[in-house]
Nanobody, 120 residues
Framework: QVQLVESGGGLAQAGESLRLSCASS????????MAWYRQAPGRQRELVAS???????HYVDSVEGRFTISRDGAKNTVDLQMNSLKPEDTAVYYC??????????????WGQGTQVTVSS
């Protein structure tokens, strides 16, 4: 069973930065794509950023230019650098591994989630 473990969530003020990390128990190249999703209270889970084996990335419009997804194949980790945070970025962030393209990824495995709270 694949395990994905997130770390790095926490509290931040608007304009600050946080970095999330996801450690996979299997090689990240086992999957077509790795991604970060988020779910705010009362809202559906949404794809935030994804990266495929070729290194191509995809971002939701609301984070384009502020968030950066990256990977380390040697460590089997996928990180999400979040800059210029806004209160609307507040959510539980989930790491996912799956199939499909970076824009239409189908998650097969999920992490347990990490809370990110941004105050104004």
């Amino acid at each position: 069973q694949v395990q994905l473990v997130e770390s790095g969530g926490g509290l931040a003020q608007a304009g600050e930065s946080l970095r999330l990390s996801c450690a996979s128990s299997e090689s990240i190249f086992t999957f077509n794509a790795m991604a970060w999703y988020r779910q705010a209270p009362g809202r559906q889970r949404e794809l935030v950023a994804s990266i495929n084996n070729g290194g191509y990335t995809h971002y939701v419009d609301s984070v384009e230019g502020r968030f950066t997804i990256s990977r380390d194949g040697a460590k089997n980790t996928v990180d999400l650098q979040m800059n210029s945070l806004k209160p609307e970025d507040t959510a539980v962030y989930y790491c996912a591994a799956g199939v499909g393209t970076i824009a239409t990824m189908i998650p097969r495995y999920w992490g347990q989630g990490t809370q990110v709270t941004v105050s104004s």
